[in-house]
T-cell receptor, first 112, second 110 residues
Framework: NAGVTQTPKFQVLKTGQSMTLQCAQDMNHNSMYWYRQDPGMGLRLIYYSASEGTTDKGEVPNGYNVSRLNKREFSLRLESAAPSQTSVYFC???????????FGPGTRLTVL | QKEVEQNSGPLSVPEGAIASLNCTYSDRGSQSFFWYRQYSGKSPELIMFIYSNGDKEDGRFTAQLNKASQYVSLLIRDSQPSDSATYLCAVKTGRRALTFGSGTRLQVQP
């Protein structure tokens, strides 16, 4: 039982490059989330998916796209990376009870 | 005004003391409240949640909720150096996703 996995763990991009952050969960949870965390800013929601086939914007969606490929996987894509997207990205899932929350280990992204 | 506010700290307490962490929220319709612990370089971990006014205890942790005053607090009794971390408060309102505060850094001095 791996819980929530994220790949890659670290990434350095140049401005304008694209990349996809991958998230997978094996807990059969419906809801999946992408957050970014910047120093002193807490966690800010980028996008979320309440169930397979649905996605919704969060607080800071600009510059990102998402795909809920199936129940297990929820990916986050940066089409044209910018230095302002330098951050730590966390994927999270929530089960039927709100106390069933799990975060992935994070992806540390630097955009030069 | 931020939706969820926390003092960034650091809050420094001696080992064995009670650490008191506070969080205020702006939306009176908020229904569910969560506390997370985040060690440096690690992901957040849910440690407490509370839905009703009053206290909820779990081991050394007590969450307190006062909806009239719109604050939620976390007490850590018999603080240990291993409790040194950033504590995040989060609030859920209706069907919206969780809204997080910016966190309070706790330092427990041996």
């Amino acid at each position: 039982n791996a819980g929530v996995t994220q790949t890659p763990k670290f990434q350095v991009l140049k401005t304008g490059q694209s990349m996809t952050l991958q998230c997978a969960q094996d807990m059969n949870h419906n809801s999946m989330y992408w957050y970014r965390q910047d120093p002193g800013m807490g966690l800010r929601l980028i996008y979320y998916s309440a169930s397979e086939g649905t996605t919704d914007k969060g607080e800071v969606p600009n510059g990102y796209n998402v795909s809920r490929l199936n129940k297990r996987e929820f990916s986050l894509r940066l089409e044209s990376a910018a230095p302002s997207q330098t951050s730590v990205y966390f994927c999270a899932t929530i089960g039927g009870g709100l106390h069933e929350q799990f975060f992935g280990p994070g992806t540390r992204l630097t955009v030069l | 005004q931020k939706e969820v506010e926390q003092n960034s700290g650091p809050l420094s307490v001696p080992e064995g003391a009670i650490a008191s962490l506070n969080c205020t929220y702006s939306d009176r319709g908020s229904q569910s409240f969560f506390w997370y612990r985040q060690y440096s370089g690690k992901s957040p971990e849910l440690i407490m949640f509370i839905y009703s006014n009053g206290d909820k205890e779990d081991g050394r942790f007590t969450a307190q909720l006062n909806k009239a005053s719109q604050y939620v607090s976390l007490l850590i009794r018999d603080s240990q150096p291993s409790d040194s971390a950033t504590y995040l408060c989060a609030v859920k309102t209706g069907r919206r996703a969780l809204t997080f505060g910016s966190g309070t850094r706790l330092q427990v001095q041996p």
